[in-house]
């Protein structure tokens, strides 16, 4: 008789513990990506970020030797 208690007590409190640690566990948040402002060179095209960009006379350039052929 006491065995069978000891094993509904051991069920009850490992099913109490799965249920809290059901409702406990937070969402994991999903990753925002950081979007980044493109630019096209003037010379070439080629899109790259507004930060990464050479600007020169209101235009924007992939590299300085782009900036260079360009005047």
């Known amino acids: ?3 069978k208690l000891v094993i509904l007590f051991i069920i009850v409190w490992a099913g109490l513990r799965i249920y809290h ?4 566990k937070k969402p994991v948040p999903l990753m ?13 095209g080629i899109h790259i970020p ?3 960009a ?10 300085q030797d782009h900036v260079h052929r360009e005047n």
Request: glycine share 4%.
């Open 32 to 44: 925002k990506k950081k979007t980044r402002d493109m630019v096209s060179c003037a010379k070439c």
């Open 21 to 24: 640690t059901i409702q406990n």
């Open 50 to 52: 507004v930060d990464e």
């Open 54 to 63: 050479l600007k020169d006379k209101g235009q924007y350039f992939c590299s």
């Open 1 to 3: 008789m006491i065995i």
